[in-house]
């Protein structure tokens, strides 16, 4: 099969190379899928697991890429409520090999069904974006109705996604960014909007919650402007300053089938938007990693166009 290969973990995307690369096959609860189409996140090239096993031997060169949408051709043994021919998406475990390739091995847990109205680009485009903004609102930030939040990053591919959820369910949302970024904040949701280069963060008080997708200082700043008994919520590591009276957590996303369930029935009956930036193919992904032309939101390779 052909797939993108990350071999040197100093050169970031510059040693990425497009190989080919044996088919993998499926271990004992496993399903093996033809990838149509696949997210990539930047910061992947810096996670440990993508250089690293869990034991801390090397693994690369390695097959970047956790998030996708495709076909199941083929079942482990012991896999159950699955079947060859369907469509799926979902989030592979972060210590394997990934889902920039025409073909990936995944455990048959992390996949959720995908409709047959969802096209492959978008499905692609849900599984990290949404468990995080959804585990960062709901599961970690317990958001409920009337209450306020920051959304750093809101014209992101997580910020998006949290600033409707989060206006779905009833909070007042204050996105952030710079100011190329208002207006997609604003079509997104976002009630208010503060531009991070011109405007002071610090204007804004007693908010319930912040979910931060940046860190160093925004995420320092940030935690002053937490009310008494509010969160702020990192998912870029543990926060370096904590609010005086609240809560600051920190999590890595984690796959739910049920909650990529809720977020694709939203995609579908309309409550819900991606937001995806780059679209490439395999050959040229590498490129589309490093793009001439700034664009906010998810970089998906389309594995079969």
């Known amino acids: 099969m052909k797939a993108i290969v990350a071999t040197d973990e100093a050169k970031g995307t510059a040693g990425m190379t497009v190989e080919v690369r044996p088919e ?24 440990p697991s993508t250089w690293t096993d869990r034991v801390g031997r090397k693994r690369a060169p390695s097959i970047p890429g956790h998030e996708f949408a ?30 920039l390739a025409e073909y990936a ?35 970690h930030g317990r958001l409920q109705a009337g209450q306020s939040v920051i959304v750093h990053g809101a014209a992101g591919a997580v910020g998006a996604i949290a600033t409707q959820l989060a206006r779905e369910f009833g909070a007042y949302v204050i996105g952030t960014g710079r100011a190329h970024d208002r207006q997609k904040s604003l079509d997104f949701g976002a009630q208010e909007f503060l531009d991070l280069d011109n405007d002071r963060l ?10 931060d997708v940046i860190g160093g200082d925004i995420q320092k700043r940030s935690a002053a402007l937490v009310r008494t008994g509010g969160t702020l919520i990192s998912i870029v590591g543990p926060a370096e300053a904590r609010p005086v009276d609240g809560l600051a957590i920190d999590f890595v996303v984690e796959t739910d089938r049920a909650q990529l369930r809720e977020i694709v029935q939203r995609i579908r009956d309309g409550r819900l938007r991606t937001n ?19 664009r906010t939101g998810k970089t998906i390779i389309d594995i079969r166009p």
């Open 24 to 47: 993998p096959q499926a271990a004992i609860n496993d399903v093996i899928v033809e990838v149509h189409a696949s997210g990539f996140v930047p910061t992947e090239l810096t996670w």
């Open 70 to 99: 495709g076909v199941i051709t083929a079942l482990g043994y012991g896999t159950s409520g699955l079947s060859v021919g369907q469509r799926v998406f979902g989030l592979t475990d972060w210590y394997r090999d990934g889902t």
């Open 105 to 139: 091995a995944v455990e048959a847990r992390n996949l959720a069904p995908l409709p047959g109205d969802v096209d492959f680009t978008v499905g692609a485009s849900l599984p990290i974006s949404g468990l995080t903004a959804w585990q960062g609102l709901f599961q």
């Open 202 to 211: 610090e204007d804004v008080r007693g908010v319930d919650l912040v979910l």
């Open 276 to 294: 995806i930036g780059n679209v490439s193919t395999l050959d040229n992904a590498i490129a589309a990693f490093n793009p001439i032309e700034r």
